[in-house]
């Protein structure tokens, strides 16, 4: 369910995203603030999710917390991208799938937030790789983003489903960061 199924997620599809991320990932940190900076131009609230955001005078480029969660997730994204034609999303995910859907689901991220945050995505990949940019580079990225976040949501959706049956939902929505 979690996994691409080989006739969305092509081989050709695969070398795309290898090819690109191989660039992008020559200067990840920049390019995951403009990945952040673009997910709160598309979404203003999202700046809510972020404390170091949230109130802070401080440029993104030069905001320490962003940088270094921006880095983090953008990495996290095209590293497990690269992955997806060998391994699928629930391995490319590997072991933190559970806790980063949990630290999704405490912070209150909905279904819809991922669709924010792809767009974020394929903007950042098309503004920084304007010469590679096509239909099918846009498509292999949104069809890669897509099936792991279908991962991370259905581990979400299944902690909810559980905390629900076990009467344990509020300690699941307010459970403190660790």
Same mark, same amino acid.
């Given at each position: ?77 095209? $590293? !497990?991208?690269?992955? %997806? ?5 629930? @391995?490319?995910?590997?072991?933190? #799938? /559970?806790?980063?859907? &949990? ?39 949104? $069809? !890669?983003?897509?099936? %792991? ?5 259905? @581990?979400?959706?299944?902690?909810? #489903? /559980?905390?629900?049956? &076990? ?12």
């Amino acid at each position: 369910m979690a996994e691409v199924p080989s006739s969305v997620f092509s081989k050709d599809s695969e070398i795309l995203v290898k090819q690109s991320w191989e660039l992008l990932k020559k200067d990840t940190t920049t390019n995951a603030v403009i990945f952040f900076t673009n997910i709160f131009e598309i979404a203003p609230a999202a700046k809510d999710f972020f404390p170091f955001v949230k109130n802070s005078t401080v440029p993104y480029e030069q905001n320490a917390k962003l940088k270094q969660h921006a880095t983090l997730v953008f990495k996290m994204t095209g $590293d !497990a991208a690269v992955q %997806l034609g060998e391994k699928g999303a629930l @391995e490319a995910l590997g072991p933190g #799938l /559970k806790k980063l859907a &949990t630290k999704h689901v405490t912070a209150g991220v909905v279904d819809a937030h991922f669709e924010v945050v792809k767009a974020g995505l394929l903007k950042t990949i098309k503004e920084r790789l304007p010469e590679l940019w096509s239909t099918e580079l846009n498509q292999a990225w949104a $069809d !890669a983003y897509d099936a %792991l976040a279908g991962a991370i949501k259905i @581990e979400m959706h299944t902690q909810i #489903l /559980k905390a629900e049956t &076990t009467g344990e939902v509020e300690t699941l929505i307010t459970k403190p960061e660790t």
